[in-house]
């Protein structure tokens, strides 16, 4: 059995904003004291959209990266890589292209959905349609079990398994695998062989999931079995193979509660966004811009913070006292819009302020930043190159 990890990545798409840190890097900076993490800028995957146009990638990659750095995530407790800079990625999905049908791609929820939301850009393309493979490769690569992911993309989760799944199916049975297995399974004691058969027996027939979260309770308790052993059993268990590919499982992320300037969810595509380390000045004109309850004309007609999205980002930054205080002034109009804006200025300046000071040290000297992505790109190849080598051996590819 594969050790835990945990794999995330991100596209690169210039200097973040609030909405990226308060829905994926916060989640990262738990999480990195939690597992073994592995969290990647995906540069290849920024050309499944921007190939006529990739000329911004290299330098979008490295304004992330400080990002991350800025906003906590440590190099001494995750990995940081880039993905083109790990070739295995390309060469796994070459090879899992080759047993990959066609409309397990062409069914993947975001497929139709993406070009009819990019409808100006041709994305008629193999990139396009294959991503979703170029994605699993990214996570049975590392052999990553654990990728945290909004409930949107719990698809692109199960899809990724059903490849990892038809891999070792195909190449994960060795010379001899079912005799080996009935071998395996005596060593299990009378007792246990017998349990094991039937839950086996029970799987296999009626589909039924618990009898396989049983048999695997079951061979945790063999402590001295042997972990070629475990694999077969674990392949015989559930009609697979050996496991050459580790099968993924989602590790849902709460949906981010951060609004944009206009009350909808900040994106850069609708231009209401604050980014990690905008300068104070900016902040506060941009915050001091933001719409109100459109009821609201003068200063004396009372409001409903309901209908104002700063309301929306008093919910992020305020306390409960300061929420009080809003809803009782903004109905009553005992504050204005600017005193009610104020407290959000504040909080967004305190959040940004320790990221600004651990973002200045790698705008000063940009070697440290490439220091930590080549140490990173070293780590992460040198894992994959420990799959690669396995899939090759399974798949009859290996010269050595």
């Known amino acids: 059995m594969y050790a835990e990890r945990v794999l995330s990545g991100m596209r690169p798409t210039g200097s973040l904003h609030l909405g990226h840190y308060h ?12 597992h073994p993490c592995l969290f990647f800028v995906a540069d290849w995957h920024a050309l499944t959209t921007q190939y006529d146009d990739p000329q911004g990638i290299v330098g979008s990659s490295w304004e992330m990266i400080i990002d991350w750095l800025a906003a906590g995530v440590d190099p001494t407790q995750a990995t940081l890589f880039i993905q083109s800079q790990v070739p295995e990625h390309a060469e796994l999905h070459l090879l899992l292209s080759m047993m990959a049908p066609l409309g397990w791609l062409e069914r993947v929820p975001t497929y139709k959905d993406q070009q009819e939301k990019l ?28 990728v945290p992911v909004g409930e949107d993309q719990v698809p692109h989760i199960e899809f990724s398994r059903e490849v990892a799944r038809r891999f070792n199916h195909l190449y994960g049975r060795e010379a001899g695998f079912d005799e080996k297995a009935r071998e395996a399974v005596k060593k299990l004691g009378s007792k246990r062989a ?13 589909g039924d999931k618990t009898a396989v979260e049983r048999a695997h309770a079951l061979l945790d308790e063999v402590a001295d079995l042997a972990p070629a052993d475990r694999e077969r059993l674990c392949g015989y268990l559930e009609g697979t193979g050996k496991m050459i590919l580790v099968e993924p499982g989602a590790l849902l992320t709460a949906a981010s509660r951060m609004p944009g300037l206009d009350g909808q969810k900040m994106s850069k595509s609708y231009g209401n966004t ?3 380390r905008e300068d104070a000045a900016s902040v506060t004109q941009k915050v001091r811009r933001m719409p109100t309850d459109p009821a609201r004309i ?9 209908l104002c999205p700063v309301w929306q980002l008093h919910q992020v930054y305020s306390d409960e006292t300061c929420q009080a205080w809003v809803q009782q002034g903004c109905r ?4 204005g819009c600017l005193e009610c804006k104020q407290p959000v200025i504040d ?13 200045q040290p790698y705008l000063d000297d940009p070697r440290l930043v490439r220091e930590i992505i080549a140490d990173g790109n070293r780590k992460a190849r040198q894992l994959a190159r420990e799959t690669m080598r396995d899939v090759r051996a399974a798949m009859g590819l290996d010269y050595s």
Do not use: C
């Open 298 to 306: 003068r200063r004396d007609d009372p409001g409903n913070p309901d």
């Open 332 to 335: 009553s109009a005992g504050i």
């Open 23 to 34: 829905g994926v890097l916060k989640n990262w900076l738990t999480l990195q004291h939690q």
């Open 347 to 359: 909080g967004i300046l305190a959040e940004q302020e320790p990221m600004r000071e651990r973002a």
């Open 274 to 276: 604050i980014t990690l």
């Open 194 to 206: 017998r349990s094991f058969t039937q839950l086996r027996t029970y799987f296999q027939q009626n």
């Open 119 to 146: 409808e100006s850009k041709d994305l008629s393309t193999y990139g396009f349609l294959g991503y979703p493979l170029l994605q699993s490769a990214d996570i049975l690569i590392y052999r990553a079990d654990k």
